[in-house]
């Protein structure tokens, strides 16, 4: 049997995405055989994370700085701002090297059945962003129904702003999320973007 420590710790790590409890317990033991190579940095770095990582207070990327990297770099185009549900979509494109624009994250996906609605998610914080400066928002949503329903409504509020609308060329995969997709998909999806009618 293990301990109650070992069992907590083992409970905490089976939440992560895709860590179960068996993974979960094959990454304790890990870091317990490695306990001063992996162990002491790991515990290191979770708690600088945790203390200096925080929210964007623009787009709602993390970083030590607020704005982030991305909203304080003066070569990102801010004429052309891609929406995103969260913040590992944000990840996703940057990897991809291939957009050089400014992120607005909505922090989810609008989703009736498990009672997210308009308000939980940041549309009041991308209105508030289109001064005149943002000429395109790219709608950078899954092709799953949520993210089908999020992209229509975030059609509604952006009507008759002035603002165009496009999303990624078709060729991402239905039911498919930016974070799992390899760089060249993204990369191609987004250069062949299109407008929205």
């Known amino acids: 049997m293990s301990s109650i420590e070992l069992e907590r710790l083992i409970a905490v790590l089976a939440k992560l995405p895709g860590l179960g409890p068996r993974s979960a317990r094959r ?3 890990h870091v317990l055989k490695k306990r001063e190579s992996l162990g002491a940095p790991l515990l290191r770095s979770l708690e600088e994370v945790l203390t200096r990582v925080k929210p964007c207070s623009v787009c709602g990327n993390y970083d030590t700085e607020d704005p982030c990297a991305i909203c304080a770099d003066p070569r990102r185009d801010e004429a052309v701002l891609c929406l995103v549900p969260d913040v590992a979509d944000v990840w ?18 609008l989703s009736p059945l498990d009672g997210v609605g308009p308000e939980e998610l940041d549309f009041g914080g991308l209105l508030r962003r289109l001064d005149g400066r943002v000429q395109e928002v790219i709608l950078a949503l899954p092709a799953t ?53």
């Open 27 to 29: 990454a304790v033991l």
């Open 92 to 109: 996703a494109l940057e990897r991809t090297a291939a957009f050089r624009g400014r992120y607005h994250v909505l922090g989810g996906l």
């Open 145 to 197: 129904v949520d993210g089908q329903t999020t992209a229509h409504y975030a059609a509604e509020r952006l009507e008759g702003t002035g603002v165009r609308l496009t999303a990624p060329a078709h060729g991402l995969p239905v039911g498919g999320e930016l974070e799992f997709l390899d760089d060249g998909t993204i990369a191609a999806a987004l250069r062949a973007r299109r407008r929205l009618e």
